[in-house]
């Protein structure tokens, strides 16, 4: 029974009278819940993204049933539904195409229901932001969960990490290196249980990113998928959204300019995807808080990297979790992020990392002993090739490849350069900028992982294992390399990268944050009379919608009509 004063959302359903009353609560009924379920009490709304196509999120229908024992435990109303599964390993040709349509289904699945709360279970990449995003938009109470990291994968003795080890092996057996056995049985060993990737990868990042949010609880991120306590945590999340709905801590009361600058400089310390930058985007543009692309470089400026994981470190989400977890993280950033705000848990930062312990500095560093230095995070660089900024992550690229000027060796499509990689004969040496275009949110549709390029065969023959690449395209968070990313604006719709000829020269100098394409105005100009934007990818369904609506990389990538929010307005009869 709700101990509030105000009315709640689900009343407005199972409080009824009359046809509308009768209708609402005679068909739930036939799940068999007792009378008093309807008596006003919380009702909490359980978004599962589970899958057996999202393998990072097959078991989140066991962890909704944690929740489920929180809420019923603590006088609310449990009731799971599923929102739309983004499994990055199988779905093509994009889980970023389908992030918007998770996330407007998810809003408008839980603005058409009678909830007062909703927990958001989520895993792979693109489900986190998707939900949230879509969240936001109502703004309910609303508390997060993700499903956690997979153990350590094993191979030969050592540690592997999901996505990196594909990365690393897969070049290794290109160059001749490693065997198709070999590769074989690292598969086998990589992916040994339940959870999502292991490695600082884009899973992982959004993971940290949102209880550096505030929208999970105190040490949710790094919980392996496996491990009882997610399970705990399951449970207290359950009890804690029904207090939530009664003390109405509505998402937007904790999604705020000060949270997400938490976010954006954990990120940093954390070594995290460059796939954060377009998801906070994203998520900030559904409450209106302003953020752009210029503050992850801004405010990120001198904040270390503190975290010595794959793909840019050494260790994995399961040593990570045994050293303390994001809570030691955020303690140890204390100086530069702020305490005061107050998350999901009810309390501040400051109280949620007040007792946390580092149990391992070699994976968790000090502020005074950092893994890497202030600005080996994320990046923004702008210039002729980029008039509206593009990625790069500094701690995943060659530091002799920082300052560099080469001669650009195009693509229209990836597809191409794939077969032109492995051609022995390819015209590419180590200063070569290999440019990949059409790939963006528009081009592709819906902007690919496939940002980092895989190195020309001639070149990993000849022991080469990085260049300079350029592209509108993403890139995988599991990935390294010096990859520069989410060029803006995108070919497709005739940014600067469209008009880049093979041979011309192209100019990085991260220290100055510049991407310059060194041709002279004049020359541009004409090639732009010549160019023609492609033919649309579709006329029919989501994909034509998606395409004629999609924001560019440097606003999050969402639909432009969906930026903003509907709030959570009850809304009319249905009978």
């Excluded at 029974?1 to 959302?9: E, V």
């Excluded at 009702?43 to 019923?72: F, M, Q, Y």
């Excluded at 752009?292 to 989400?317: H, K």
Aim: hydrophobic residues 40%; contains cysteine; glycine residues 10%.
């Amino acid at each position: 029974m709700s101990t509030t004063n105000r009315p709640l959302r689900s009343g407005e359903w199972f409080g009824a009278e009359g046809r509308n009353g009768f209708i609402h609560r005679s068909w739930m009924r036939n799940q068999g819940f007792a009378d008093d379920v309807f008596d006003g009490r919380p009702v909490i709304g359980i978004a599962t993204t589970w899958s057996e196509l999202t393998p990072c999120n097959a078991h989140l229908r066991d962890l909704a049933e944690s929740v489920k024992r929180g809420v019923w435990e603590s006088g609310g109303l449990p009731l799971e539904f599923p929102a739309m599964s983004l499994g990055e390993p199988l779905m093509r040709p994009t889980t970023m195409l389908y992030r918007n349509l998770l996330a407007m289904e998810l809003e408008e699945s839980v603005r058409a229901n009678p909830l007062d709360g909703v927990v958001l279970l989520s895993g792979c990449d693109k489900t986190t932001p998707g939900l949230l995003m879509g969240a936001a938009s109502v703004d309910l109470p609303t508390l997060m969960l993700t499903g956690g990291p997979m153990l350590n994968g094993k191979f030969r003795g050592q540690d592997i990490g999901s996505g990196t080890v594909v990365w690393r092996f897969t070049e290794e057996m290109r160059a001749g290196r490693m065997t198709a056995a070999d590769c074989s049985e690292a598969e086998v060993g990589m992916s040994r249980s339940r959870g999502h990737c292991m490695t600082m990868g884009t899973a992982s990042t959004m993971a940290c990113v949102t209880e550096a949010l505030g929208v999970q609880l105190p040490g949710s991120a790094a919980v392996p998928a496996v491990d009882s306590r997610r399970y705990a945590l399951a449970h207290g999340a359950g009890r804690r959204i029904v207090a939530m709905v009664e003390q109405d801590q509505r998402l937007s009361s904790v999604l705020t300019r000060k949270a997400f600058e938490n976010a954006v400089r954990v990120n940093a310390a954390i070594g995290g995807s460059t796939n954060a930058v377009v998801h906070l985007l994203a998520i900030a543009g559904r409450l209106g808080v302003p953020l752009s692309l210029e503050d992850f470089d801004t405010l990120t400026a001198d904040v270390p990297m503190l975290v010595n994981l794959m793909p840019s470190g050494t260790y994995l989400m399961e040593d990570f979790f045994y050293a303390g977890g994001l809570p030691v993280v955020m303690k140890e950033l204390a100086p530069l992020l702020h305490m005061d705000h107050i998350t999901v848990s009810g309390r501040s930062v400051a109280e949620n990392v007040d007792g946390a312990q580092c149990w391992n500095r070699d994976v968790i560093g000090s502020m005074e002993e950092p893994f890497q230095p202030a600005g080996s995070g994320t990046v923004v660089l702008r210039g002729s090739l980029a008039p509206s900024g593009a990625v790069l992550k500094v701690s995943a690229a060659s530091a002799h490849l920082l300052t560099h000027t080469g001669p650009a060796l195009v693509f229209d499509r990836i597809e191409e350069y794939v077969v032109a990689a492995d051609d022995p004969d390819l015209d590419v040496t180590p200063d070569t900028v290999i440019v990949v275009r059409n790939a963006g949110p528009r081009g592709y549709p819906g902007f690919p992982e496939v940002g980092n390029v895989p190195m020309p065969r001639r070149l990993l023959a000849d022991g080469i294992t990085d260049m300079v690449r350029i592209s509108d395209a993403r890139m995988s968070g599991t990935g390294y390399g010096t990859c520069i990313l989410h060029v803006a604006p995108e070919a497709s719709v005739g940014g600067p990268l469209a008009l880049v000829r093979t041979g011309d020269l192209v100019s990085v100098d991260v220290s100055t944050r510049r991407l310059e394409l060194l041709v002279d105005d004049a020359e541009l100009a004409q090639r732009r009379t010549t160019w023609q934007p492609p033919k649309p990818v579709a006329d029919r369904g989501w994909v034509r919608l998606y395409s004629e609506h999609v924001l560019q990389a440097d606003s999050g990538a969402d639909l432009d009509f969906l930026v903003g929010g509907s709030g959570s307005a009850v809304p009319r009869h249905s009978h």
